[in-house]
């Protein structure tokens, strides 16, 4: 009897477990394909940097995810994504945190509900020279998921 009432109890959790998952959003298994550090070109265009990355002091360090997705779409059709970062130093305290980067302007409609290459700039003006960490967390503001990436750049000192 004892172990009848335990397997109906395991069905029926695993039952519950199964239409829970089924019911959430697309946004809760939000991934990142990829992602490489970029600084400032002419024009301000991005320009990639080779691994490992490696930075002067007073550069703009970017961190580019590559096709993060998928984001559920909201009421109005349009998509919702927004960026967290923060940069942690070579003694492992956050020296930089903020939220919401994007705000507004994250809502938009992606294509097959991807983004393509959100990025995220840390200015390094007044870090002293050193191995850094940059954190980036993109989040559906709509469906709710996320997802973190951690990255390390090198700054040297200008000579």
């Not at 024009?43 to 970017?62: C, E, N, S, T, W």
């Amino acid at each position: 009897m004892k172990t009848n009432l335990f397997k109906f109890f395991c069905v029926a959790f695993m039952s519950a477990a199964l239409i829970s998952c089924t019911s959430t959003t697309t946004s809760k298994l939000i991934s990142i394909e990829d992602y490489t550090f970029a600084s400032t070109g002419e024009g301000d265009q991005l320009v990639i940097v080779d691994d490992p990355a490696v930075f002067k002091r007073g550069d703009a360090v970017h961190l580019v995810l590559q096709n993060v997705g998928p984001f559920k779409k909201g009421d109005d059709g349009l998509n919702w994504f927004d960026l967290d970062m923060e940069i942690i130093g070579p003694d492992e305290v956050t020296l930089l945190s903020k939220t919401g980067l994007l705000g507004e302007a994250g809502h938009v409609a992606l294509v097959n509900d991807m983004a393509k290459s959100p990025y995220a700039t840390c200015s390094t003006s007044d870090l002293a020279p050193g191995k850094y960490k940059f954190k980036l967390t993109i989040y559906d503001r709509i469906g709710k998921g996320k997802a973190t990436q951690n990255a390390f750049f090198t700054l040297e000192d200008i000579l």
